[in-house]
């Protein structure tokens, strides 16, 4: 990762290094934070936010699911997103919105600490390498269960939850894997620490619901289309843990990490990159990069980039 000369801090633009909270905000300490992982890619038409909508309108639902409200609208989020990337001259980067209880009275009821906001945006490689985005990931399905919605949501992208996505990626960190595979509690399919996941076999592909514990991914909504209009038949639901290594082909998806072939999962050998695979995976960096005009209203143009 690389560093961008400016973060937006609630409302205001300041230098990366300046960009400091107090060490008792509140999300610190109990992990009241949503955020985005949303990408901006070159295209012919300037830099382009990838389906930034989609990515505005997900951060305002994890908020309220947490009780937050945002102090400032989509359209001010999505002007101030613009401007940084304008200010700090990038035309490709990952952007990181994330709105958070901050500092105020300690204990465990934030309604009183306010809700603050940053944007920060930088040059950020696929999270799990070109080379495998290329050639395929080794999985290992965790020994961590994806986290419950009858003690967590979900649904939301909210900071706290990713403790169960940091357990699950360093065990299979420390066990020698590139990704981790989390089941629910009944021990079906539902995701990376960081990605969906989809499973093909005899040419159908399927994927967990939006129902199941995962988070309903932009990636994996820009795929489903992808893959219809490509006419793969998409079905959502449940997948057992057996089909991940019965697979023909798997892959993963998501903002950070793109499309990413799975090769082998718990050791067992899935094959490299298929074709299925490399087809979808194809036309997804061609939508990502404005190559391909069916998916020409995915793309929110920068308009002027400026260092005004
Ligand atoms: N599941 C989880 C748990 C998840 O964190 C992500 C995104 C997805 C699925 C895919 O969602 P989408 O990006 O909308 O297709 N993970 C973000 C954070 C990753 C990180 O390393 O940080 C991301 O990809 O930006």
């Not at 070159?42 to 989609?54: C, K, Y």
Request: proline share 5%; with cysteine; glycine share 8%.
């Amino acid at each position: 990762m690389s560093t961008a000369d400016l973060i937006w801090h609630n409302g205001e633009f300041v230098a990366w290094e300046d960009a400091k909270v107090h060490v008792l905000t509140h999300a610190l300490h109990y992990g009241t934070s949503v955020f985005e992982g949303v990408r901006c890619y070159e295209t012919e038409r300037g830099p382009a936010v990838f389906r930034h909508w989609d990515h505005l309108d997900r951060l305002e639902a994890s908020a309220k699911l947490y009780y937050m409200e945002l102090p400032f609208s989509k359209d001010q989020l999505r002007e101030a997103t613009h401007d940084l990337i304008g200010r700090n001259n990038l035309r490709s980067c990952y952007i990181r919105p994330v709105a958070y209880r901050g500092h105020g009275p300690m204990g465990l009821d934030p309604e009183a600490n306010p809700v603050e906001v940053s944007i920060a945006v930088w040059e950020w490689a696929p999270y799990l390498g070109e080379e495998g985005k290329k050639h395929g990931v080794r999985a290992k399905v965790s020994s961590w269960r994806r986290i419950s919605p009858q003690s967590l949501v979900p649904h939301s992208k909210a900071g706290g939850q990713y403790l169960n996505s940091v357990l699950a990626k360093i065990e299979s960190k420390r066990g020698g894997y590139d990704e981790a595979i989390l089941l629910d509690d009944l021990g079906r399919v539902c995701e990376g620490s960081g990605e969906n996941i989809f499973v093909v076999r005899d040419g159908r592909i399927a994927t967990p619901p939006q129902t199941a514990s995962i988070l309903d991914g932009i990636s994996r909504k820009s795929i489903i289309r992808i893959a219809a209009d490509l006419g793969f038949e998409v079905v959502e639901r449940d997948v057992a843990r057996a089909e991940l290594t019965l697979a023909d082909e798997v892959f993963m998806a998501g903002t950070a990490a793109e499309l990413v072939p799975v090769r082998e999962i718990d050791d067992i050998e899935i094959g490299p990159p298929g074709e299925i695979t490399r087809q979808i995976q194809q036309v997804y960096d061609d939508a990502l990069h404005g190559r391909d005009q069916r998916y020409s209203e995915w793309l929110d143009v920068v308009a002027v980039p400026s260092k005004a």
